[in-house]
T-cell receptor, first 112, second 118 residues
Framework: DAKTTQPPSMDCAEGRAANLPCNHS???????VYWYRQIHSQGPQYIIH???NNETNEMASLIITEDRKSSTLILPHATLRDTAVYYC?????????????FGGGTRVLVKP | GAVVSQHPSRVICKSGTSVKIECRSL??????MFWYRQFPKKSLMLMAT?????????EQGVEKDKFLINHASLTLSTLTVTSAHPEDSSFYIC??????????????FGPGTRLTVL
């Protein structure tokens, strides 16, 4: 699976949009971009994934650049409960045995 | 939907004893489950991949005789830490992979089990 690069940490203000970048310059054509987050002392939570089109669900939006070498996860209105480590992972979809390789992630602190 | 449970949530045991952790997919079937370990302030490290009805595949450096994995059904996998020692103290997390046809083509994680070996 392609490696990803994320900033180690970022702060954002409660109620504002949080934009989390991820670089994946070596992504292959059949690899999807997945985002998970892990709140302290809990298991990771799936947020969203996409291949090349922008995606939106009730939690977040995923913006993937046209060349697919980077993406941005957008939390539209950050709350204190969004404080967590956010992981950007690329993997081939469609095969249950395909592993998720977790990097360091971005530690997001939402401040009042 | 796509809920995964783990039991127990935390366990304290004496050195030399064995501990079993259960992972269940509550509302979906999972042919593949994964076990991870996480040390404080570190990222998740995959230990093994478990397929229903077959032997688990362990990652390099993970002792299969120490970390016994059984995936007896499409909703249950167990991890047994045998002869536990203090260095096995960690946060153990399982995940279950849903079915792509059901729109669940990703891993869903349990809440984790904190193991402390005295």
């Amino acid at each position: 699976d392609a490696k990803t690069t994320q900033p180690p940490s970022m702060d954002c203000a409660e109620g504002r949009a949080a934009n989390l970048p991820c670089n994946h310059s070596t992504i292959s054509g059949n690899e999807y971009v997945y985002w998970y987050r892990q709140i302290h002392s809990q298991g990771p939570q799936y947020i969203i994934h996409g291949l090349k089109n922008n995606e939106t669900n009730e939690m977040a939006s995923l913006i993937i650049t046209e060349d697919r070498k980077s993406s941005t996860l957008i939390l539209p209105h950050a709350t204190l409960r969004d404080t967590a480590v956010y992981y950007c992972i690329v993997r081939v979809a469609g095969a249950a045995g395909n592993k998720l390789t977790f990097g360091g992630g971005t530690r997001v602190l939402v401040k009042p | 939907g796509a809920v995964v449970s783990q039991h127990p949530s935390r366990v304290i045991c004496k050195s030399g004893t064995s501990v079993k952790i259960e992972c269940r997919s509550l509302d979906f079937q999972a042919t593949t489950m994964f076990w991870y370990r996480q040390f404080p302030k570190k990222s998740l490290m995959l230990m093994a991949t478990s397929n229903e009805g077959s032997k688990a595949t362990y990652e390099q450096g993970v002792e299969k005789d120490k970390f016994l994995i059984n995936h007896a059904s499409l909703t249950l996998s167990t991890l047994t830490v045998t002869s536990a020692h203090p260095e096995d103290s960690s946060f153990y997390i399982c995940s279950a992979h849903g079915l792509a046809g059901a729109g669940l083509d990703t891993q869903y994680f349990g809440p984790g089990t904190r193991l402390t070996v005295l």
